[in-house]
């Protein structure tokens, strides 16, 4: 019998139902409770900790999803052995050694079995509530959804009013959204010289005249911004502002700080793409809390969770702003999936989505060490943490060139042409190390990619 157990619930900061739970596993994991261990009534439990029945309640619920515990009818809450261990699929079949596709910047995917199968409890947990699931939403999401909305945005310093805050299909029907209602057709829209494809294809289905702004190591240039809010009379100014795609580039906050003064000081409004903003464990602040109110601000799940995550969290500048994105999302994707944010929420909530996160940290961290390690040193652009590199090419090579000899093995690659917004696309590629591939086949790719750097086109090719 355990009728004097006491968690502590102090030494966690997540909700306390999570926090119990969290603590029964750790007890039982430690030996202080063990199999057929009676737990306190939840009443009296709540009264000795000083909270809500309801809350007890909850922390019963979720430990019992876990396996951890099981309610007899009439008797009581026991300990259970702990939950059944899961058989971790064999990972799909891969190509063959030498072809690797790096031409989709998508984050390492997991493949440690614990991680995995926690992945996969907490599908079976969302899949319990499967018939609901199925059901019409309302559109932006409901209260326990934008809770963990919420919560995640925490992590880089947002806390927006719940009115603020909707919940999308992705980040490209969210970007979609906002361009379509700051912007008509014909007008302008600013954005980084080398910039995101998709805002690319998102201005010309709108027909926006999509105009890219001179950079250098920090971002977007402060007097050219300037200079193009004064002649050009623009709508909105689209950013990636940390780990940029393709560059890997990420604004300073000092930078950041002088283009939201101008932005406001020509009243331009922002758009904030912060898609790779949750991967380095201190990125600089987002531009949402240095100018909140001319800011939009999206956060999509699929690149510090995984591609398939498609869901963002859009945060509007106020209210009414709010309104009439709502309107306009809604009219194209009517709701993001309720099974696809309920899974979300759920990792959220029990912190898989953090353990994620610093997986993909981890491990893109390692595949930039072997970029490191395996091509010549100045020869490209990479963080420590981003999931791709930027490769100017070496005088002689042309991106066709380069990319058709990569193919010759292959891997892919993508030019430089489709993140060019203004001007002639430079001599340049996006390498990316990421996705299913493995480590041992982005070092093999890329011994090969450096070969081909160190060699004149005419030498590295001489077998065709």
């Keep these: 019998m355990m009728y004097d157990w006491t968690p502590d619930l102090s030494i966690s900061d997540r909700p306390r139902y999570l926090a119990l739970a969290d603590r029964i596993a750790a007890d039982i994991q430690s030996g202080k409770l063990v199999t057929g261990d009676r737990l306190p009534p939840q009443r009296k439990l709540a009264e000795r900790l000083g909270v809500d029945f309801t809350t007890v309640a909850r922390g019963y619920v979720e430990a019992q999803k876990r396996g951890l515990i099981e309610s007899r009818q009439g008797q009581g809450t026991f300990v259970q052995s702990g939950p059944k261990a899961r058989a971790v699929p064999a990972p799909a079949s891969r190509p063959r050694p030498d072809a690797v596709d790096l031409s989709m910047n998508l984050p390492p995917e997991p493949d440690d079995p614990q991680l995995i199968e926690r992945m996969q409890a907490g599908l079976e947990m969302v899949g319990r509530d499967l018939v609901s699931l199925m059901r019409y939403q309302g559109f932006g999401g409901g209260p326990i959804d934008k809770e963990a909305a919420s919560l995640w945005l925490s992590r880089r310093g947002l806390v927006p009013a719940q009115e603020r805050i909707f919940i999308t299909p992705g980040a490209h029907p969210a970007l979609l959204g906002i361009l379509g209602i700051l912007a008509k057709p014909g007008q302008v829209v600013l954005s980084e010289a080398i910039t995101y494809p998709g805002i690319r294809s998102i201005a010309a289905q709108l027909n926006l005249s999509l105009v890219g702004l001179p950079m250098d ?20 100014l689209y950013l990636n502002p940390t780990l940029q795609n393709p560059t890997t580039l990420t604004m300073s906050q000092k930078r950041r700080e002088t283009i939201a003064a101008i932005a406001r000081r020509w009243g331009v409004p922002i758009v904030e793409d912060d898609a790779y903003g949750f991967i380095p464990s201190h990125a600089p602040g987002p531009l949402a809390s240095v100018a909140p109110d001319i800011t939009w601000y999206v956060a999509g799940l699929a690149k510090c969770i995984g591609a398939g995550m498609r869901v ?21 994707t ?26 993909i940290r981890m491990e893109a961290a390692a595949r930039q060490a072997i970029a490191r390690q395996a091509l010549p040193p100045g020869s490209f652009r990479g963080d420590p943490v981003s999931f791709n590199i930027w490769v100017p090419l070496p005088e002689g090579w042309t991106r066709s060139a380069f990319i058709g000899h990569m193919r010759t093995t292959g891997i892919g690659v993508v030019a430089s042409d489709p993140f060019t917004v203004t001007g ?19 070092q093999r790719a890329l011994d090969f990619a450096a070969h081909a750097l160190e060699e004149l086109p005419a030498v590295a090719t001489s077998f065709l």
């Design 424 to 442: 002639n696309p430079p001599e340049a590629v996006r390498i990316c190390l990421g996705g299913p591939a493995s480590r041992a086949a982005v």
């Design 334 to 359: 009517v709701m993001a999936s309720p099974l696809t944010v309920a899974l979300a929420t759920r990792w959220i909530e029990d912190g898989t989505a953090d353990s994620l996160l610093r997986f």
């Design 312 to 332: 963002a969290y859009v945060v509007a500048p106020d209210a009414r702003s709010g309104w009439a994105f709502a309107a306009a999302v809604r009219s194209a």
């Design 217 to 236: 190591d920090e971002g977007i240039d402060p007097d050219a911004f300037s200079a193009a809010c004064s002649k050009l009379s623009p709508k909105a």
